[in-house]
């Protein structure tokens, strides 16, 4: 007996949501794995194993094996293959370290410059699951967003990438201060990486314009998808690969702010998005430009389809 497909959850929400994307494109009902980590989980290990997950973790992989494991980063590979060894089909999100080969479909952004290989799917940016019918529901559920003046301009902030620590404030409070130049109206929400002092920057810099500011844990639901469906153009840190992914899915213009000392990665992110027409950089606002909106990640769905995956 076969189980369904399975999405191996890593604990980053941006690595998870990659294959959870997925998997909700897919429309069918799937099972999350949620991976916790052990020890073992920095090794790179070579080989298909469990080894990495903790005990508890580990324990909750039983059968029915998955037809189909959706996975991401490169902690999620050797699991899946120990999954692949049970029969199932694998898709995965992210270089997997070692065993690409063991995939059968890869699915990695033009910025890692991935080496053109069968099982590989280049795609810009990353997946997410800000899917058209997501953008189009928040549209509904933030209609009172439509009264703050135009243009609307949604503010993505990110942080350092990993333990860099949190982002500066004058560096919040700058990028903040060039939106007030020339946005009607601010849309600004921030994430846990770009620490209190950035959003206290910005909700002083944005103080007296109308705006709306959104922090992590601040209460009621959180409006980020209804102000991506509601911004007439969206500005977004170069240090979020999530965050300027999921603003490629609205058909606005999208602007990067260099928020200063990004590596080689992002760097190559942003300009894979300008080159690709999809991205200028902030110092190009708010010149308006054309671009059609971007769904990676149903071009991923799609692909599994067509490869018989599912």
Partial sequence: MTDGIWVLADPRAGTAAQALGIAERLGAPFRTVDLDWGRGAKLPFPWPTLAGLSPAARASIQPPWPRLVLSA?????????????????????????????????????????????????????????????????????????????????????????????????????????????????????????????????????????????????????????????????????????????????TAVPVFIADPGGLGPRHLRLAESLVAAGQARTLDAAPVPFARASLDETGRVAAAIRARGLW
């Fill in 73 to 249: 980063g490169r902690r999620a590979g050797p699991v899946a293959r120990w999954l692949g060894r049970r029969g199932a089909r694998l898709v995965h999100c992210m270089r997997p370290g070692f065993g690409a080969a063991g995939f059968d479909l890869l699915v990695i952004g033009r910025h890692d410059s991935p080496a053109p290989a069968p099982n590989l799917l280049e795609i810009l940016g990353a997946c997410h699951r800000l899917s058209p019918a997501r953008l189009a529901a928040a549209r509904g559920e933030w209609a009172a967003l439509a009264d703050l003046p135009p243009p609307r301009v949604a503010l993505l902030v990110g942080g350092k990438p990993g333990t860099q620590g949190p982002m500066a404030p004058e560096v919040a409070a700058g990028i903040a201060a060039r939106l007030r130049g020339f946005a009607g109206s601010v849309l600004a929400t921030t994430s846990r990486r770009s620490g209190p002092a950035a959003a206290e920057a910005i909700a002083a810099r944005l103080a007296g314009h109308p705006h709306r500011l959104y922090r992590p844990g601040d209460p009621g639901p959180n409006p980020y998808a209804g102000f991506l469906a509601w911004a007439d153009a969206v500005v977004v840190t170069g240090d979020s690969v999530s965050m300027l992914s999921e603003a490629l899915a």
